[in-house]
C-alpha cells in the first residue's frame, strides 16, 4: 500500500482527535449560573434516558437481522462477513448519534452563558459543539469503511461486504430518524396544548415542565437522528462510489476504485482547516 491509500485513514484518525480536542474545549467553558445548570443537566439526562430506551429496541433488531444475515450466507453466495459488516456499521451509527448527543445537550447552557462576554465567544462554543458531531460522523464513517475496505480488498464479494456496512448504518438511520421524529413532533405538540391552553404559559417557558420534553425531542430528533442519517449517507455515498468503479471493470486495488476514500479523506482535511477560518463580525448586517 503506497502512502497515498493511507491518507483515508490518517483522515479518520485526526477527525476524531481534532473532535475530541472541541469537547474538552466546549466542556472546560463555564455552564453559567444554578438555574442553567438544571436546566441543562435536565435536558442532559432525559435525551441519555431516551436515546439509551431507544437503542436497546433497536440492538434486538440488529441481533436479529445479523442472525439472518448469517443464516443466509449458508444457503447463498453472500459472504459471512456482511453479518460482521452489518453489525459494525450499526454500532459505529449509533456511536456517532451518542456523541452528538452528549455534547449537543452539554453546550446550550455553555453557548448562552459565553454570548454574555460576547457574541464570537458564544458562537465558537456553539460552533466547535456543532463541529464534534460533524468531526465523528465523517471520521468514525471513513475509518469504518476503509477497514472493511483494506481487510477484504482481495476478496470476491468486497462490494457485498461493504454494502452490509451500509446497510447497518441506515438501520440505526430509519430507527433513530423515525423514533426520534415522533417523539420530538409528540413533546411539542404536548408542550403546547399544556402551556397555551391550559395554563396560559408562554412558549418555551421553563415554568411549564413539558418544554424539558420538548427540548429532550429536539435533541433527539435533531442531533441524534441527523447524526445517524448523515453518518448513513455519508458512508453510503462512499461505499456506491467504489462499488460503481468495480462495476464498471476497475479491480478492486486500482487507484479509480480507491479515489472515493481518497476524496472523502481530503474533505477532511479541508473541513478542519476551514473550522480554523470561522469568525464573528462586530456588526451583523455586514457579516454576510
Same mark, same amino acid.
Not at 90 to 111: D, P, V
Not at 190 to 199: L, M, Q, W
Not at 222 to 240: K, N, Q, W
Given at each position: 500500500?503506497?502512502?497515498?491509500?493511507?491518507?483515508?485513514?490518517?483522515?479518520?484518525?485526526?477527525?476524531?482527535?481534532?473532535?475530541?480536542?472541541?469537547?474538552?474545549?466546549?466542556?472546560?467553558?463555564?455552564?453559567?449560573?444554578?438555574?442553567?445548570?438544571?436546566?441543562?443537566?435536565?435536558?442532559?439526562?432525559?435525551?441519555?434516558?431516551?436515546?439509551?430506551?431507544?437503542?436497546?429496541?433497536?440492538?434486538?433488531?440488529?441481533?436479529?437481522?445479523?442472525?439472518?444475515?448469517?443464516?443466509?450466507?449458508?444457503?447463498?453466495?453472500?459472504?459471512?462477513?456482511?453479518?460482521?459488516?452489518?453489525?459494525?456499521?450499526?454500532?459505529?451509527?449509533?456511536?456517532?448519534?451518542?456523541?452528538?448527543?452528549?455534547?449537543?445537550?452539554?453546550?446550550?447552557?455553555?453557548?448562552?452563558?459565553?454570548?454574555?462576554?460576547?457574541?464570537?465567544?458564544?458562537?465558537?462554543? #456553539?460552533?466547535? @459543539?456543532?463541529? /464534534?458531531?460533524? *468531526?465523528?460522523?465523517? +471520521?468514525? &464513517? !471513513?475509518?469504518?469503511?476503509? =477497514?472493511?475496505?483494506?481487510?477484504?480488498?482481495?476478496?470476491?464479494?468486497?462490494?457485498?461486504?461493504?454494502?452490509?456496512?451500509?446497510?447497518?448504518?441506515?438501520?440505526?438511520?430509519?430507527?433513530?430518524?423515525?423514533?426520534?421524529?415522533?417523539?420530538?413532533?409528540?413533546?411539542?405538540?404536548?408542550?403546547?396544548?399544556?402551556?397555551?391552553?391550559?395554563?396560559?404559559?408562554?412558549?418555551?417557558?421553563?415554568?411549564?415542565?413539558?418544554?424539558?420534553?420538548?427540548?429532550?425531542?429536539?435533541?433527539?430528533?435533531?442531533?441524534?437522528?441527523?447524526?445517524?442519517?448523515?453518518?448513513?449517507?455519508?458512508?453510503?455515498?462512499?461505499?456506491?462510489?467504489?462499488?460503481?468503479?468495480?462495476?464498471?471493470?476497475?479491480? #478492486?486495488?486500482? @487507484?479509480?476504485? /480507491?479515489?472515493? *476514500?481518497?476524496?472523502? +479523506?481530503? &474533505? !477532511?482535511?479541508?473541513?478542519? =482547516?476551514?473550522?480554523?477560518?470561522?469568525?464573528?463580525?462586530?456588526?451583523?448586517?455586514?457579516?454576510?
Amino acid at each position: 500500500m503506497d502512502w497515498v491509500g493511507v491518507i483515508p485513514l490518517v483522515a479518520g484518525i485526526v477527525a476524531i482527535l481534532v473532535a475530541a480536542y472541541l469537547t474538552y474545549f466546549v466542556s472546560s467553558k463555564s455552564a453559567g449560573n444554578k438555574r442553567m445548570k438544571e436546566l441543562m443537566n435536565s435536558i442532559h439526562r432525559g435525551a441519555m434516558t431516551f436515546l439509551n430506551e431507544e437503542y436497546k429496541i433497536i440492538s434486538i433488531f440488529v441481533v436479529i437481522v445479523m442472525a439472518a444475515l448469517l443464516l443466509m450466507s449458508f444457503y447463498t453466495d453472500m459472504p459471512w462477513q456482511t453479518a460482521i459488516s452489518f453489525l459494525v456499521g450499526a454500532i459505529f451509527s449509533a456511536l456517532a448519534g451518542n456523541i452528538g448527543m452528549r455534547i449537543a445537550t452539554k453546550s446550550n447552557a455553555r453557548a448562552a452563558e459565553g454570548v454574555k462576554k460576547s457574541f464570537g465567544n458564544g458562537l465558537r462554543i #456553539a460552533f466547535s @459543539s456543532g463541529a /464534534v458531531m460533524g *468531526l465523528s460522523v465523517v +471520521g468514525l &464513517g !471513513i475509518i469504518g469503511v476503509y =477497514i472493511f475496505y483494506q481487510a477484504f480488498i482481495d476478496h470476491a464479494s468486497l462490494s457485498s461486504i461493504l454494502f452490509g456496512f451500509g446497510f447497518g448504518a441506515s438501520s440505526i438511520a430509519l430507527f433513530a430518524r423515525v423514533g426520534g421524529g415522533i417523539y420530538t413532533k409528540s413533546a411539542d405538540v404536548g408542550a403546547d396544548i399544556v402551556g397555551k391552553v391550559e395554563a396560559g404559559i408562554p412558549e418555551d417557558d421553563p415554568r411549564n415542565p413539558a418544554v424539558i420534553a420538548d427540548n429532550v425531542g429536539d435533541n433527539v430528533g435533531d442531533v441524534a437522528g441527523m447524526g445517524a442519517d448523515l453518518f448513513e449517507s455519508y458512508v453510503d455515498s462512499i461505499i456506491a462510489s467504489i462499488t460503481l468503479a468495480i462495476l464498471v471493470g476497475y479491480a #478492486a486495488t486500482a @487507484s479509480e476504485t /480507491v479515489y472515493p *476514500l481518497l476524496i472523502a +479523506g481530503i &474533505g !477532511i482535511f479541508s473541513s478542519i =482547516i476551514a473550522l480554523t477560518f470561522v469568525r464573528s463580525e462586530k456588526n451583523a448586517y455586514t457579516a454576510m
